[in-house]
Nanobody, 122 residues
Framework: QVQLVESGGGSVQPGGSLRLSCAAS????????MSWYRQAPGKERELVAS????????NYVDSVRGRFTISRDNVKNTVYLQMKNLKPEDTAVYYC???????????????WGQGTRVTVSS
């Protein structure tokens, strides 16, 4: 059974940091590109960052480049999103995704986590 379980969300003040984790099981994690998406209230879900499987190549949406870092641990089957200098506009539910289509990759299979909420507010 495929599972993607996100954790690490919460409430933080502007300028603060959080690290999201996504623990994967039930599929060949090391063979899949992984990505983080987010969906703010009233907005469409958007790709935040992705990391390819073998090359480890990363990609970021312009609004987070330089503040967020995506990484993966293929031994722990976990992908991370380190978020620094958080802004109120980063408030959203963050989702982990395996596979699907993204910058430089396409997979037939795709899996989603249940999401973790991030709130940035003073």
């Amino acid at each position: 059974q495929v599972q993607l379980v996100e954790s690490g969300g919460g409430s933080v003040q502007p300028g603060g940091s959080l690290r999201l984790s996504c623990a994967a099981s039930g599929f060949a994690f090391g063979s899949f590109a992984m990505s983080w998406y987010r969906q703010a209230p009233g907005k469409e879900r958007e790709l935040v960052a992705s990391i390819q499987s073998t090359s480890g190549r990363t990609n970021y949406v312009d609004s987070v480049r330089g503040r967020f870092t995506i990484s993966r641990d293929n031994v722990k089957n976990t992908v991370y999103l380190q978020m620094k200098n958080l802004k109120p506009e980063d408030t959203a539910v963050y989702y982990c995704r395996a596979g699907g289509r993204g910058p430089g990759y396409i997979y037939i299979d795709e899996y989603w986590g249940q999401g973790t909420r991030v709130t940035v507010s003073s």
